[in-house]
């Protein structure tokens, strides 16, 4: 799932290990969108609900640094 915010965007996802399909811990990755796709910052979390918390905290840091700038 990717959440937009002009030029940044993040996702979740919550990988399964490949030997016994059993879900991991959730990954989130920051991207800039605009003009081409980076990743910025990755983390992981135990929640989706985690994940998605530090995934919005690191995309207002950003936003409010980039907005100042």
């Known amino acids: 799932m990717r ?11 919550q990988p399964r290990d490949p030997l016994t399909q059993l879900p991991l811990s959730w990954k989130y990755r920051l991207f800039r969108v605009r003009p081409k796709e980076e990743i910025l910052e990755s983390g992981e979390a135990e929640t989706r609900e ?12 950003l936003t409010s640094s980039s907005r100042a700038a």
């Open 50 to 61: 985690e994940a998605e918390k530090k995934a919005r905290a690191a995309l207002r840091k």
């Open 3 to 13: 959440i937009h915010d002009g030029d940044f965007a993040y996702d979740i996802e």
